[in-house]
């Protein structure tokens, strides 16, 4: 639309602007088109105990390359998912895709699968979470939600109606980000939780800093008064890893440990026949 602008006269319109929403309408748009064909992907990246090195779960993590696009990052296509509401087709198709790699695999430890607080409030999450389990014949605590407090919709207490619902199916809840300032302590105790995952931007400063040594120490104390295992993300180097087995009593999962990869090379690593 015109505007007036100045003593110059017309302006037809603001290119900064027009730019930027015209990005951001061509991702909304190669966005649905990528739900509905289906041609998102899912990673996975191990989870391994400190202890004895051993895997204890798998983190699924959606994956978007368009042909137009490129490679989109879920870190700026999530939230324009959860903006327009695709989340919930997305999370659906995720949840169902992961459960169906997992009760193919057969690997006997959890699949974690990211939910977002708008997939957590519909009156159908229940169903749907109930359904997958069915359909893929997955035992419910080979599944496990990981979620988060981003966003705060409202509801509350809805929210946690529906947490309650699916552990009481025998799924696995884990909070995920804490510590990132998006995850409360007072979640701790409100929610049925079973683990909780220390944020990676806690870690960076661990095997330098002795601060950030002794906030990363005191929440695993914390968890452990809890009886919560601990999953620590963002492991990038042995020296956190050693410095995390010194403490003991956690999991990591980190690109020192492994990445999220695709279903066919992980399964090669893992010595089962690719898929
Ligand atoms: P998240 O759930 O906290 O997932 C962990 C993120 O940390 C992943 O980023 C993973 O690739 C990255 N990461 C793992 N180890 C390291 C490390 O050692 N160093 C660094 N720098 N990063 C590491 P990714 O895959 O880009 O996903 C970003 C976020 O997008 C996720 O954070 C999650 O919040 C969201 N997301 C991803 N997939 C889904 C999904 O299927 N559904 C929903 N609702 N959200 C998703
Ligand atoms: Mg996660
Ligand atoms: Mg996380
Ligand atoms: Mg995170």
Request: with cysteine; net charge negative.
């Amino acid at each position: 639309a015109m505007k007036r602008s100045g003593k110059n006269g017309v302006q037809f319109y603001d290119p900064a602007m027009n730019a930027e929403a015209q990005a951001r309408l061509r991702l909304e748009t190669r966005l649905r088109l990528a739900i509905s064909e289906e041609t998102l992907s899912v990673h996975y990246q191990p989870q391994v105990d400190v202890a004895t090195g051993t895997l204890v779960g798998l983190e699924a993590l959606v994956r978007w390359i368009d042909v137009e696009l490129g490679v989109v990052s879920p870190a700026e296509f999530i939230p324009v998912a959860e903006d327009t509401g695709m989340i919930v087709a997305l999370g659906s198709w995720v949840l169902d895709e992961a459960c169906r790699q997992a009760a193919e695999w057969q690997l006997g430890v959890p699949m974690a699968v990211n939910v977002s607080p708008h997939q957590l409030i519909r009156a159908d999450f229940v169903d749907v979470v109930r359904g997958v389990l069915r359909r893929h014949a997955l035992a419910p605590h080979l599944l496990k939600l990981e979620i988060t407090e981003r966003l705060s919709l409202g509801d509350p207490g809805r929210a946690a109606q529906h947490l309650a619902g699916v552990e009481r199916l025998g799924v696995r809840l884990s909070l995920d980000d804490f510590g990132s300032g998006q995850s409360a302590l007072a979640s701790l105790m409100a929610l049925p939780l079973h683990e909780v995952k220390l944020d990676r931007t806690l870690l960076a400063g661990v095997t330098d800093d002795p601060q950030s040594w002794q906030v990363v120490a005191a929440l695993l104390a914390l968890a452990r008064g809890l009886n919560l295992p601990v999953v620590v993300e963002g492991v990038e180097t042995g020296a956190q890893l050693d410095a995390l087995r010194a403490l003991g009593y956690c999991s990591v999962q980190g690109y020192f440990t492994g990445r999220p990869q695709a279903p066919a090379a992980l399964a090669a690593i893992l010595g089962h026949a690719a898929s």
